[in-house]
């Protein structure tokens, strides 16, 4: 069984233990270097204290200088670099603190949400979410995703926006195609004059026709930049929709109609 280490105190963990019992972080895979043995000997380090710091934060800090090859070590809560490294890591250190966003304050009154079903991939886009949102949270040690509750309507709708999105993404598999700018607009505007059309009269042959292919290639295009991501998948699968309702050989007029209203109006709304 792979060992893993308590990148703050290097104490060493079987595989299934996902954190340390001492410093409640995340574990990683590679030995760390204890903080003495950062650089030359000699060598001018800089230190980091990062007490109020969440867990996430520091676990994220420590994956990302690890990703960057930087020689460090932990003393605690606390991150040692080389000085020579300082540029570099001041860089990263401002990186995380953004993800993080505010910490909960002691006396706020708290809820937990489960999350049992989520993989480790998708609490981390939840996470991220949160932080660009600026919404204080935290991990209990059960695993539980903690906030603060007023914060609960907003988290509930981010919660929601994101399962639909990886719902979709799931259903869809990830898009292949990149479009911006003018290209995207003509060809947004397009599908939704088409889809306009068709709600309005499904049997419209021409319109059918057009619409398969362009709906199609929106369906496989990535969030384009300015757009929500979950906004877009949802452009994503109504588009899908159309062209499986449009392809199907024993269509009837109102599915049509219903596909192609719903495309219509999430396409109003976005150009
Ligand atoms: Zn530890």
Redesign the pocket.
Known sequence: MATMY??????EYVEETTE??????GLVEEKPTPPEEVGEQDEPQVAYELYEWSFEARRMLEGMVTAEKIAHGWQGAVLIVREADEDRVDALVEQAEEFDGPAIPEDAEKIGYSMEDWSAENQQSLVETLGLNGIAHEFDSDGELVVMESDEDQVDKIIENLSEKLAIEDELGEANEVMEGLELNDLLGEVRGLANKLRKNPGDAKATINIVNKADLLSDIRTPFGFDSGRWSKIRKRSSDVVDVLTSEDRGEDEVNEAAEALYEILEGTI
Request: hydrophobic residues 40%; contains cysteine.
């Open positions: 308590c990148f703050q105190c290097a104490r340390c019992a001492e410093c409640a972080v």
